[in-house]
């Protein structure tokens, strides 16, 4: 009895948890609208301001989360982003990474999917933040480039949530970025249980139980030391081979 009245009190939280953001998104419309208005051209400063906004509202959330008994979380190391070239990358169980991360550390510029601009609860954060789409071309390199002359950057370089199977997949692309203009690479591992809010999965599919988020800050990675005497494309190639590993291991419980 005690189990059934738990799951319908998650039930119902994660309900009024989808409903708040999506609130919470039509809100922002407003609130961000002199951040976002200028969207692509708005300065960095107009950006950190509209992160700082986003930051703690998207904190809030996770607090509500937390409070409603969906999920817990644990951070280690987050003490160690926010420097300027950092190129954070970290693999991508689940739809509530982002938010996880930017409420924790809000300093950050980010890569997201094109879609998502037209995406009602997030086009008005990625705007005022200053994130930019991925296009796949060399257009973001030049963008990336730039963001990292004074910018932290994150990214999650399997390019869509992990499936089912908690196999990371990494695209070279993110390997590149880093490689040619990051001072230094940093690895968020994402550890979660049991898994949830994966890519089609229904909302009202939750979990037996609570779940359970270890996001845990990894060394530092040189990008100078893996392109001493290798060529870039021998050093992306190991160097993306290094990090999926790198996931692969210290992704699992």
Same mark, same amino acid.
């Given at each position: ?75 280690? #190391? @987050? ?7 950092? +190129?954070?990358?970290?693999? %991508?169980?689940? =739809?509530?990474?982002? &938010? /996880? ?28 933040? #200053? @994130? ?7 257009? +973001?390199?030049?963008?990336? %480039?730039?963001? =990292?002359?004074?910018? &932290? /950057? ?100």
């Amino acid at each position: 009895m005690a189990e059934k009245l738990d799951w319908i009190r998650r039930f119902l939280g994660t309900l009024f948890g989808f409903v708040l953001f999506g609130i919470v998104g039509v809100l922002f419309k407003i609130v961000l609208h002199r951040y976002a208005k200028n969207y692509p051209h708005n300065d960095l400063a107009t950006q950190l301001q509209g992160r700082q906004i986003v930051g703690k509202t998207w904190r809030f959330f996770v607090n509500y989360l937390k409070w409603a008994g969906i999920l817990e979380v644990k951070y280690h #190391g @987050f003490e160690r982003l926010g420097r300027e070239g950092q +190129l954070v990358l970290a693999n %991508h169980p689940s =739809l509530l990474d982002v &938010v /996880l991360i930017f409420s924790q550390e809000p300093r950050f510029n980010c890569i997201v999917k094109k879609d998502l601009l037209d995406n009602p609860s997030m086009s008005s954060p990625i705007r005022a933040c #200053g @994130f930019i789409p991925n296009t796949e071309s060399e257009e +973001l390199l030049e963008q990336s %480039h730039q963001i =990292l002359q004074n910018q &932290v /950057l994150l990214l999650f370089p399997e390019g869509t949530r992990t499936d089912w199977d908690g196999v990371v997949k990494l695209h070279r692309g993110a390997v590149s970025i880093g490689l040619r203009s990051a001072k230094v690479i940093t690895p968020i591992v994402i550890k979660m249980h049991p898994l949830n809010f994966k890519k089609g999965q229904p909302w009202y599919k939750i979990p037996s139980k609570k779940i359970c988020y270890e996001l845990t800050v990894g060394e530092d990675i040189d990008p100078q030391q893996w392109l001493a005497e290798k060529p870039l494309p021998i050093a992306s190639r190991r160097l993306n081979d290094y990090l999926e590993n790198y996931f692969n291991t210290y992704s699992k419980d």
